[in-house]
C-alpha cells in the first residue's frame, strides 16, 4: 500500500524524533549518573567535614560502616538498594582495611578530586566513587563508597517512556495538521485532471502560488484550444467552400484540353477559355494560400516597409494580359514622388490583386478598369479600383466580402464562377493591417473599390 503525504510525513517524524529521543534519553541518564556522583562527593565531604572525620580518625578499624549512618548520601536517601551503601576509609597512599581500585587511584593521582566508576559482584552492578578528603593525611584522607547501582535498564526505561508518548504525540500532530493541507492538494490534482472545475487558491502561501499558476495556465490553455478549434471549423468550412471552386476550373480546362487535342486545327476561342481557366485558377490557389495565411492569425504577418507604386505597378503588370484576352482595357496612374507603407508586401499586394481581377472578370468585353494610387493628406494613401461594368444593387453592397457571398444581382455575377473568396481576403487584409476597404457605385455606374490607410511615418535623419 503507498503511503499519502500525511503517513510519509508522520514516518518521517518518527525516524527523526526516535533516534532524538534516545540521544536525549542517553544524555538525560549520562548527565543524571553523574549529576548523582558529583552530590554523592559533595555530601560525602561534607558530612566527614563536620561530624564523621573524628569519630572515622579515632576508630578507622570500625569502618566501613554499614548503611548509611545518618548521611543524606545522593539516592541512598531516596532508599534505592536493600543492602545499603559502604563508607571505606583510605589513608593519603590508598592503604586500608580492603584493596583500593587501582583506576580511580590513577584518576586521584592524576589531580580529581573525585573517581568513580561500575563494577559486577556477580549479582547487580556496584557503584564505586573515590573521594579524596580537603586533609591530605590521616586514615580518612580518602572515602571510597560503595553502593549498588540503578540497573541501566531501569534508567533506560524511564527516558524511553517519556521519548515514545513524544514520538506518538508528534505523530498524530503531523496527522491532523497536514489533512488541510492533502485536501487542497487532492483538490488541485482533480482539477488539473479534468474532474472538477479548478476554483483559484487566493492564500498567501506556495500552494496558494502553485494554484494559481495552475488556473493561469488553465485558462492560457482553454483560450488557446478554443483558438484552435475556432481556427479548424474555419479551415473545414473554407476547404468545403473552396473544393467546388477549385474542381470546376480543372474540370473545364482538362474538356477544353481534350478539344484541342482533337481539333485539327487550333481554335483560337477555346485556346482563350482555355487560358482564363488558368488565371481563375492560378488566382484561385493564390488566395487559398493567403486565406491559410490570415486564419493563422495576425501574429503572422511580416510587416515591412512597402513601396505602394511598385507595387500597383506589379499588379498592373500581373493582370493586363488577362485584360487583353478578355478585350478590357486596364490603366493605371501612381503619383511621381514615393509612397511607403508599413505593412505585409504579400498580402496587400494579394488584396489589391483580387480588386483588380474581380473588376476585370466581371466587366464586359470592351469596357474598362482604372487602378489609381493617391496620396491622401501628408499621412495616408488611397488605392481605386474602379471599373464601368454592371455594378452591383444597394442591397448587395453591404455584404460584399464576406466569406462565400457573390450577391444576387445576376447582371454582375451571370458566367462568372467564384465563391467570393477574393473580396473576403481583400477585406480581410485590411482589417488585419488596419486599413478601411470600402464598395460604392459611381454616379455613371460601375463599381468601386477603395482601399485607403496611413503611411509609414518619416523618421528623422540621423536617427
Request: proline share 5%; aromatic share 4%; glycine share 10%.
Amino acid at each position: 500500500m503507498t503511503l499519502g503525504i500525511r503517513g510519509r510525513l508522520a514516518l518521517r517524524v518518527v525516524l527523526l524524533v526516535v533516534p532524538f529521543g534516545v540521544l536525549v534519553a542517553w544524555l538525560v541518564v549520562t548527565l543524571r549518573e553523574r549529576a548523582d556522583i558529583e552530590s554523592t562527593a559533595a555530601a560525602v565531604e561534607q558530612r566527614m567535614d563536620e561530624v564523621a572525620r573524628t569519630s572515622c580518625e579515632e576508630h578507622p578499624e570500625s569502618w566501613p560502616r554499614r548503611g548509611h549512618n545518618g548521611l543524606r548520601l545522593g539516592r541512598a536517601a531516596r532508599g534505592l538498594g536493600r543492602a545499603g551503601w559502604d563508607l571505606v576509609p583510605f589513608d593519603a597512599r590508598y592503604t586500608g582495611r580492603t584493596p583500593f581500585p587501582m583506576d580511580l587511584a590513577a584518576t586521584l593521582d592524576a589531580g580529581e578530586k573525585v573517581a568513580s566508576h561500575r563494577v559486577h559482584d556477580g549479582r547487580r552492578p556496584m557503584d564505586e566513587i573515590a573521594v579524596r578528603m580537603t586533609w591530605r593525611d590521616g586514615p580518612c584522607a580518602v572515602m571510597l563508597v560503595r553502593r549498588p547501582a540503578e540497573r541501566g535498564s531501569v534508567a533506560w526505561t524511564r527516558a524511553l517512556l517519556v521519548t515514545v508518548p513524544v514520538a506518538a504525540a508528534a505523530s498524530l500532530v503531523v496527522l491532523f495538521a497536514v489533512g488541510p493541507l492533502v485536501g487542497r492538494i487532492r483538490k488541485l490534482t482533480s482539477a488539473v485532471e479534468g474532474r472538477t472545475t479548478l476554483a483559484e487558491d487566493r492564500s498567501s502561501d506556495e500552494l496558494g502560488e502553485l494554484s494559481r499558476a495552475f488556473a493561469e495556465s488553465r485558462r492560457a490553455l482553454d483560450a488557446r484550444l478554443r483558438e484552435l478549434e475556432l481556427r479548424d471549423d474555419a479551415l473545414r468550412t473554407y476547404v468545403a467552400s473552396t473544393t467546388h471552386d477549385v474542381m470546376l476550373p480543372i474540370t473545364v480546362l482538362a474538356g477544353h484540353l481534350v478539344e484541342l487535342e482533337r481539333a485539327t486545327i487550333a481554335d483560337p476561342k477555346l485556346l482563350a477559355k482555355a487560358i482564363a481557366e488558368t488565371d481563375y485558377l492560378a488566382a484561385l490557389v493564390a488566395n487559398m494560400g493567403a486565406a491559410a495565411k490570415l486564419d493563422a492569425g495576425a501574429p503572422h504577418l511580416a510587416r515591412h516597409a512597402t513601396d505602394l507604386c511598385g507595387l500597383v505597378a506589379r499588379v498592373y503588370e500581373r493582370h493586363a494580359p488577362l485584360a487583353r484576352r478578355r478585350g478590357v482595357e486596364l490603366a493605371h496612374a501612381v503619383p511621381d514622388a514615393p509612397l511607403v507603407a508599413h505593412a505585409d508586401p504579400t498580402l496587400l499586394e494579394q488584396a489589391v490583386s483580387n480588386l483588380v481581377h474581380n473588376a476585370v472578370r466581371y466587366v464586359q468585353p470592351g469596357g474598362h478598369v482604372a487602378l489609381l494610387l493617391e496620396r491622401d493628406g501628408a499621412a495616408r494613401f488611397v488605392i481605386r479600383v474602379l471599373d464601368d461594368g454592371p455594378g452591383v444593387s444597394d442591397a448587395d453592397l453591404a455584404r460584399l466580402g464576406e466569406r462565400g457571398f457573390r450577391g444576387g444581382d445576376e447582371s454582375r455575377t451571370r458566367g462568372v464562377p467564384g465563391s467570393g473568396l477574393g473580396l473576403a481576403i481583400a477585406r480581410d487584409v485590411a482589417a488585419r493591417h488596419g486599413y478601411a476597404l470600402a464598395f460604392s457605385k459611381p454616379e455613371g455606374g460601375g463599381f468601386l473599390a477603395t482601399l485607403s490607410g496611413s503611411l509609414r511615418e518619416e523618421r528623422s535623419k540621423g536617427t
